[in-house]
């Protein structure tokens, strides 16, 4: 039985990284902690990273305004 397909609109993007990187996200997506694949666990580890500097920091108001911008029901 397949995954139902993600309910959240999502937008593609290209990251360039080092060989060691991407060796870390594949060692990573082996062990399926952080996703199947190196783009889930990229998306995955950003996404928490952001979460992170969300909190209590600087860049709170900075990712309000940068939400506030995103489209109803595109977030």
Known sequence: MGRTHNQTKTVTFTVSTTPVVRAC??????????????????????SEKLRELEGPSDYAQMFAEARAQVPIGES
């Open 25 to 46: 996200l594949e060692a990573l997506a082996g062990r399926g902690f952080f996703g199947k694949n190196v783009a889930e666990v990229a998306e995955r580890l950003i």
